[in-house]
């Protein structure tokens, strides 16, 4: 269990891009950060408009002289300063993530960036290419991996629980959008314009994610090719897509499915990721995050419970309370944000021993969200054809 000592010698100077008031998920990054003393919200472009975005920082108690109008300013006038920033995440809406990520390994920053990473593989790679020159931590916000239970399905994949993995049955499909809601709502609008949101919207906003934790819980899976076809129900949001079907053909014969919408009615959230295997299966669900199903063939099905003595030490290592009492999702960004701090700091001291010890998303995730959500677009927008991958 974790319990709040510093992982870190100090925690690191730390600035924001954007997570500015109103912002959908800006909290959730001071949240995680702030709460182990692994980072020091220290500066900040907060928001598109400055002025607003200069209040919100005075707000938060930031010196007024180090809330600045923009990323460059930001970049430029943290540069000239003895204490200026380390870090910095990047919370704006998707057009901006490669720029700002690019100028930040420009400036020696390390960067803790929201996915999608950006538009391109090109992209993608070109910032893994500079992270790599510079020495510097990419870090990319799948948040729901950080959760112990994820370890946990690790672990018993890992471990053989289930046997050889046949299946992976994946969704994100919530139905907050199942109408034209960006009508009224700004963090929506930008999601279903692709001059903001890229080539997708629920693959990149959210399919995303339960891919990345197939990713972790059974690492062996490489998907040989794909089929996709995907919908804009609301019409207005073409040629975006609020719903998406995906089929994976692993190589070595294993097979996926991944159902990304926005137009699930009456569904909330409901992310849900099934592994498959040939003897046993493993569930998880995001609005019960402290439960994994383990259900063996011919036997009674199981739910394991988060912090029980029974799971795997790794699970038991990211955990903040005892059994019994309910996680959620700030726990687990938590976990992300500690991992990125030690991250980070081995970095600086050049400790190859810790960073391997270290298990986070960090610029390969990001790449490899990009890579699927625009062979998933190839696929698609060729009339839902199966495609190699990479
Ligand atoms: P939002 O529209 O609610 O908020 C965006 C914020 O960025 C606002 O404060 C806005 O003023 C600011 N901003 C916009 N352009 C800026 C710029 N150039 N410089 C400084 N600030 C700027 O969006 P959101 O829902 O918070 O999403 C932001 C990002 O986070 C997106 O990439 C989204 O995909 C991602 N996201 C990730 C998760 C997750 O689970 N990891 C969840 C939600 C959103």
Request: glycine share 10%; hydrophobic share 45%.
């Amino acid at each position: 269990m974790f319990n709040g000592e510093p992982q870190t010698a100090r925690p690191i100077r730390w600035a924001m891009v954007g997570g500015g008031r109103g912002s959908q998920i800006g909290y959730s990054h001071r949240a995680a950060a702030l709460r182990d003393r692994g980072f020091a919200l220290v500066a900040g472009a907060f928001d598109i408009d400055p002025a607003r975005g200069r209040d919100f920082g005075v707000g938060l108690g930031l010196d007024p002289a180090r809330c600045y109008s923009d990323y460059q300013a930001l970049f430029a006038g943290e540069a000239a300063r003895p204490d200026g920033i380390e870090a910095v995440s990047i919370a704006t809406p998707n057009n901006t993530h490669f720029p700002i990520a690019k100028a930040a390994l420009e400036a020696g920053l390390h960067v803790v960036c929201e996915k999608p990473l950006c538009f391109t593989v090109a992209e993608a790679e070109a910032l893994q290419r500079l992270a790599e020159a510079r020495g510097r931590v990419v870090g990319v916000t799948y948040g729901y991996a950080g959760y112990p239970m994820i370890e946990q399905a690790r672990a018993m994949v890992a471990r053989g629980d289930l046997g050889a993995i046949r299946l992976v049955n994946l969704q994100f499909a919530h139905g907050f959008h199942n109408t034209a809601v960006e009508l009224d709502s700004p963090s929506t609008r930008w999601r279903v314009d692709p001059r903001f949101a890229g080539p997708s919207y629920v693959l990149g906003d959210i399919g995303t994610h339960p891919l990345y934790l197939s990713q972790v819980i059974a690492p062996e899976l490489k998907i040989a090719r794909l089929l996709c076809a995907r919908q804009s129900f609301v019409a207005s949001r073409a040629p975006l897509e609020d719903n998406a079907m995906t089929l994976m053909q692993y190589e070595g014969g294993a097979f996926g499915t991944v159902w990304s919408s926005a137009v699930n009615a009456g569904a909330t959230h409901s992310q849900k990721v099934r592994i498959v295997g040939a003897k046993a299966s493993l569930e998880w669900w995001d609005e019960h995050p402290n439960q994994l199903s383990f259900e063996v063939q011919g036997e009674p099905a199981r739910v394991l419970d988060r912090g029980m003595a029974y799971l795997h030490p790794d699970a038991l290592a990211l955990d903040h309370i005892s059994s019994g009492h309910a996680e959620g999702l700030f726990e687990a960004w938590a976990n992300l944000y500690r991992s990125f701090a030690i991250a980070m700091e081995a970095t600086d001291r050049g400790d190859a021993a810790r960073l391997a010890t270290l298990r986070y998303p960090g610029i390969a995730a990001g790449v490899a969200g990009v890579r699927w959500v625009e062979t998933c677009v190839r696929s698609a927008d060729a009339g839902g054809v199966w495609v190699d991958y990479g």
